[in-house]
């Protein structure tokens, strides 16, 4: 029955599609969102509205909890805010300073960070893979890495819930766990047609999408027009982000999103629970009572958040006594090479991933390295087209020229699995910012499995090319996607939350977000973090969590020991 009403289905509990106003972008509800007194205990107290703090929110809401959520940025609204443009979109992206170091650094900016209520999904490409089940084991698999405390088949039921609330469009999925999306593939224009050709006469599978962008009208949200501003704000709310999938409902089922909100310390009391956050707001400190807390500020804003939490119970940050908050830090190799043809091509007009593969996901001994990479096209726009010209060393006339030359050409980018590494890490620099909070300091390097990885990728981009008759080529190198900082495990000396994301020592204090992952997988993150979050909050509702030592099961949160 689901394949013969594809693309029809409703969302189950979630309204957000239909809440929309057909006539403006903006999320409706704000000016009748529930408000709540700083003294008011509320039951859980997000930090952050991104891919896991809006999805927890409105899970939490459906089920009768009384939520805030922190927000450090604005409340976007499309129709005001985001232009078309790619230089006047920088202001979606988390600007504030931060340290870089290590022997690979990795900029910071518009490819790994959001600013705003929605976070980086505001901004990113619309691709919405699934991770597959060989992610949750690659230790035992593959000998590197680490082995989550949770397997596939945990998330699964919030991977296919998840993708009907956003919808996910795409063919029928052949890797990892095999499987169909609710929205059909979108149309697929010359670009990626050059490069899928080039795929197959290469021997290499390919498949149209996934995407989470509407392939036809989906509630009040309208069909994508392929206008190619998927990285600068979906200006038509056809691309998913939390701003319009889950932001809407929870609203509506009374959360209150405190946008402009910098949380700048979580209170722990003598008891070893957290009591609320201290957060500053038009110049102010103000401290929301909270029966719970959940940090969801992704994995450099999360472990700064709690590096920043000392008190005499964590004199290191609050779940640092091991040392483990800010490590393990991972980004993806997201090498980009990019190939001419005479004809013109104009792959701006399509969402940036169009075809994709996951071809070389899983570790291949014949590779000489472990674990793997997936494929997908991109299509910069002409700054970030310049960008990529400029780093295959063209200059002056060269550089005009591969600029009027822009509409010949197609790219093709990896997504590398680069191993953790426990000095990969976050910590507080001795500088502070604006908010009189340390900045943070990220230190990065390449192990010689990643670097292997990253070559064998690049080379793989190339032959395709080569195989679809490739005039020219240009390569970059570059990173993406930022996960791990607070990483999940089974014992407080390797890991800082628990399977049901507990910070060690803290029985009301949860993360849930892109840190917590232990390894990153060939697959934007995205999805993941939504599905974490939507199972995080299935089992704070169904108060199934089981207990650390010396806590009680299925008490509720704001229930004092």
């Not at 050059?194 to 795929?199: D, K, N, V």
């Not at 169009?354 to 070389?360: G, I, K, L, P």
């Not at 195989?467 to 990483?487: P, T």
């Not at 204090?509 to 199972?535: E, K, Y």
């Amino acid at each position: 029955m689901r394949a013969v009403l594809k693309g029809s289905l409703r969302p189950k509990d979630n309204d957000s599609a239909y809440l929309l106003d057909v006539h403006r972008r903006g999320v409706p509800g704000r000016e009748r969102m529930c408000r709540y007194q700083d003294s008011d205990e509320v039951d859980m107290l997000i930090v952050g509205c991104g891919a896991g703090g809006s999805v927890l929110a409105q899970r939490l809401a459906r089920a009768g909890w009384r939520v805030v959520v922190l927000e450090r940025g604005p409340f976007w609204d499309p129709d005001s805010d985001w232009v078309s443009d790619e230089e006047g979109s920088s202001h979606l992206y988390w600007n504030d300073k931060r340290i870089v170091g290590g022997s690979d650094p990795v900029a910071m900016g518009k490819n790994n960070s959001g600013h705003g209520v929605g976070g980086s999904m505001v901004h990113y490409a619309g691709y919405a893979p699934r991770f597959h089940p060989s992610d949750f084991d690659v230790k035992a698999r593959d000998g590197v890495g680490a082995d989550w405390p949770i397997g596939y088949w945990d998330l699964k039921p919030h991977f296919e819930r998840v993708e009907r609330e956003l919808p996910v469009a795409g063919q029928d999925w052949p890797w990892g766990d095999p499987h169909r999306y609710p929205h059909s593939p979108h149309p697929i224009g010359g670009a990626a047609e050059r490069a899928w050709a080039g795929a197959r006469a290469h021997g290499i599978e390919m498949r149209v999408g996934p995407v989470a962008i509407t392939n036809g009208v989906f509630g009040n949200r309208p069909h994508c027009i392929y206008r190619g501003f998927c990285l600068q704000g979906c200006k038509v709310n056809a691309k998913a982000s939390p701003l319009v999938t889950h932001v809407p409902d929870a609203i509506e089922h009374g959360v209150e999103i405190r946008a402009d909100a910098m949380a700048v310390r979580i209170e722990v009391d003598d008891a070893g629970r957290c009591t609320g956050v201290t957060y500053l707001r038009a110049g102010r400190e103000r401290f929301q009572r909270a029966g719970a807390v959940a940090v969801c500020g992704y994995s450099i804003e999360s472990p700064r958040l709690l590096l920043n939490s000392t008190s005499s119970g964590f004199p290191a940050g609050v779940g640092n006594n091991a040392d483990q908050v800010g490590r393990y830090l991972m980004v993806q190799g997201a090498p980009q090479i990019a190939g001419r043809f005479p004809e013109l091509l104009r792959m701006y007009k399509a969402p940036p991933p169009e075809v994709s593969s996951e071809h070389f996901y899983e570790t291949d001994q014949a590779r000489g390295f472990a674990r793997g990479f997936s494929i997908q096209t991109v299509s910069p726009l002409p700054i970030g087209w310049a960008e990529h010209v400029l780093a295959d060393g063209h200059r002056g006339a060269a550089l005009r020229e591969y600029m009027r030359d822009y509409n010949h050409w197609s790219v093709l980018g990896a997504l590398c699995e680069l191993l953790p590494q426990s000095e990969n890490r976050v910590t507080l620099a001795g500088e502070t910012d604006q908010f009189d909070m340390p900045i943070a300091r990220f230190d990065y390097s390449q192990c010689d499995n990643d670097r292997a990885n990253i070559a064998y990728a690049k080379q793989t981009m190339h032959d395709i090319w080569e195989a679809a008759g490739a005039q020219d080529v240009l390569s970059i190198d570059r990173y993406a996607h930022l996960v791990g900082g607070c990483r999940m495990g089974t014992n407080a000396d390797a890991s800082v939350i628990d399977q049901d994301h507990r910070v060690w020592g803290v029985p009301n204090l949860f993360v849930c977000d892109g840190s917590v992952m232990p390894t990153q997988g060939s697959a934007n993150p995205a999805l993941t973090i939504m599905a974490l979050a939507s199972r995080l909050g299935e089992r704070l509702t169904a108060k199934r969590v089981t207990p650390q030592p010396g806590h009680r099961a299925n008490a509720p949160l704001g229930a004092r020991a």
